[in-house]
């Protein structure tokens, strides 16, 4: 059975309802001209009363399975509290009421903001540049490939085809490197978990624009050999580039600048609060060295000479823009609000604390859920849902009875090396007594898997909608209301 | 679970067989592949004329799990795409080495070393654990 099921807004449609009282009309009336009417029945909008559309969407609302509800310990994604000071900050009006064409004259607490955002973000990485354009990860990635791209033919140097990527790398790393015209070219890792140095090596060749490289890596580990491949990759006349997406294990105990990295992006909406954007805009700021800083794209934000105050500025070779006007400027905001108020040594806290959780987490379970690879972990742990007691279980079904005890499930099937990975990051933001709890559960559903398989199978069994067919939404989706069709397929018995 | 691998097929250590007859050849993918993969969703086939070097990649299949790339174990020429997997990507799980192909090629001279069946079956016990 469903519990709380809520129907499309269409279907709690009846002719005649209204929400909004219009006056009396005191003219005469008179019909719209024949050629501006529509001939269907406006989109079939749904008729409702005024409450009826407020609880509507409140229900949805808090069916939302969120951070501000449950333990969301999802891997590579780093979904950490988001504190509310941070949302004070960026509804202050000064920020929020500013608009982008007011000018630098009447925006120097915004510029100042963003030229000191710069800085904290070159010190924490050891870059000497840094621009705060691009809206999110991916894109800042696509800049550090296209600034790579410029670099290189700014040399003369045309002959560089390929972007290297390892197997474990995030889908975005070799996406990238193809919009930006690359052949990518894979390399493989060893059983440690680490970059294949000799694999590497077979394929580092003059064609080289740029190696990939996240660290630590999507199994969680810190790269042993990052120095080497660096200094590897550099003496091929490539540029390694830094997927900052895992920064959150890193902060104040190592520099990407420092070990080799030539340009990095850093997710602020997730290292520096607000996951995911808090539904809303992410931030993919960028950070490189000198030899690349007149590439990156503008406006960046620096110091006028002589009177003080602030100015944009675009760098000399810039790439172009990534975005238009300053970026997503209230998650520059909140990463701001985020370092100041935490300070450095509450960086190097927040790391410390994410790599001993996650730790913590792999200690509990791995007897009984097997780690990909038996290292000591950085900031998540790579498990499998491979149970020596319950062969026939799939990491879909342990993730999906996962919903029943309360916890968004990790993210599964990633990194696509591991078969059945249970990628599981609980950031520094979770209490012991919740990472407890979350280890019992899964203990509990191993248990129940041993037991009885069919517990799994059925599950989730407490959401509004049950196990939905993935393969079925992927092959024929379904993507605009129609009537007939979501009746048609209600006759089928499909959910949802 | 032990994986069908027909004999008259030769096979690639990154899942492919290729039926070889005269200078064509039919590429598809492994009952080992697609089980891996689980239920495909969409495949994305290459243009009929292009042209490909042994193991470049030649398309994409993508399941509920994962996107892989698809390599072409042999040098060649596309003939033929299987029109039938753009609304019955399912072909591919339910009849890999039949209704399943994916491309037809022109086989370019010099073919490179590629496995047995039975060489296959034995690379793929290694892979189980």
Redesign the interface.
């Known amino acids: 059975m469903m519990h709380n099921y809520e129907p499309p807004i269409f279907e709690l449609s009846a002719p005649g309802k209204f929400g909004a009282n219009l006056p009396q009309l005191d003219v005469p009336a008179s019909a719209l001209p024949d050629h501006l009417l529509r001939g269907d029945d406006l989109a079939s909008l749904p008729e409702l009363t005024e409450p009826e559309v407020v609880r509507h969407y409140t229900r949805i609302s808090q069916r939302n399975f969120s951070i501000d509800t449950v333990f969301f310990p999802l891997g590579s994604c780093t979904m950490k509290a988001n504190a509310r000071l941070h949302e004070e900050a960026a509804r202050l009006a000064g920020f929020a009421a500013a608009h982008p064409l007011q000018g630098d004259e009447l925006s120097q607490g915004a510029l100042q903001l963003m030229y000191e955002l710069q800085e904290y973000l070159g010190e924490i990485s050891g870059f000497d540049a840094v621009s705060l354009q691009p809206a999110a990860g991916a894109q800042g990635e696509l800049t550090g490939i296209l600034v790579f791209r410029a670099y290189h033919l700014d040399r003369g140097d045309h002959e560089r085809t390929e972007v290297l990527v390892p197997d474990s790398a995030h889908?975005t790393n070799p996406a990238t490197a193809a919009m930006a015209g690359y052949k990518v070219v894979e390399v493989k890792s060893d059983a440690r978990g680490n970059v294949d140095l000799a694999d590497l090596q077979r394929k580092l060749t003059p064609r080289t624009a740029a190696f990939m490289l996240t660290n630590p890596n999507t199994l969680g580990l810190f790269e042993e050999h990052v120095v080497e491949v660096a200094r590897l990759v550099h003496e091929a006349g490539g540029l390694v580039y830094g997927d900052g997406a895992n920064f959150n294990a890193l902060l104040g105990i190592a520099r990407p600048g420092e070990l080799g990295f030539d340009f990095m992006h850093y997710n602020l909406h997730k290292t520096f609060t607000t996951p995911h954007g808090g539904g809303g805009p992410g931030s993919g700021a960028v950070g490189c060295t000198a030899t690349l800083a007149p590439y990156l794209p503008g406006p960046r934000v620096r110091r006028m000479e002589g009177a003080g105050g602030f100015e944009f500025f675009t760098p000399e070779k810039s790439i172009g823009r990534m975005k238009t006007f300053h970026g997503n400027f209230g998650m520059l905001v909140r990463a701001w609000t985020y370092i100041r108020s935490i300070g450095a040594a509450g960086l190097r806290k927040v790391s410390e604390t994410a790599v001993l959780n996650a730790n913590y987490i792999q200690a509990r379970l791995k007897h009984v859920y097997p780690v990909a690879v038996d290292r000591t972990c950085m900031h998540e742990t790579v498990l499998q849902g491979k149970l020596a007691a319950a062969p026939e279980v799939r990491t879909l079904d342990i993730a999906k009875r996962l919903i029943d005890y309360g916890f968004h499930p990790p993210t599964v099937?990633f990194p696509?090396i591991v078969?059945e990975a249970l990628m599981i990051e609980p950031t520094e933001t979770e209490s012991k007594r919740t990472l407890d709890a979350f280890c019992d559960a899964l203990l509990a559903i191993a248990e129940e898997a041993a037991r009885d398989i069919e517990t799994l199978h059925q599950a989730p069994t407490t959401t509004p909608v049950r196990r939905l067919d993935?393969?079925r939404a992927?092959?024929q989706p379904i993507l605009k209301y129609d009537a007939e069709v979501f009746a048609k397929l209600r006759a089928e018995g499909v959910q949802g | 679970m032990a994986f069908n691998t027909p004999v008259e097929l030769q096979y690639s250590k990154s899942h492919e067989w290729i039926r070889i007859e005269g200078d064509e050849g039919t590429v598809g993918i492994t009952d080992y592949a697609q089980d891996?993969l689980g239920?495909v969703?969409?495949v994305d086939l290459p243009q009929v004329g292009a042209r490909f070097d042994a193991e470049a990649v030649f398309g994409v299949v993508e399941s509920?799990?994962?996107?892989s790339d698809l390599y072409l174990p042999v040098a060649g020429e596309i003939l033929a795409v299987n029109e039938a997997l753009a609304n019955n990507?399912?072909l591919i799980n339910n009849d890999p080495y039949g209704a399943g192909w994916l491309v037809k090629i022109k086989v370019a001279p010099g073919i490179g070393a590629l496995m047995s069946a039975d060489a296959y079956a034995a690379y793929v016990e290694t892979l189980k654990h």
């Open positions: 889908g099937y696509l078969p993935e393969v992927a092959r | 891996a239920d969703v969409y509920v799990k994962a996107a990507p399912e």
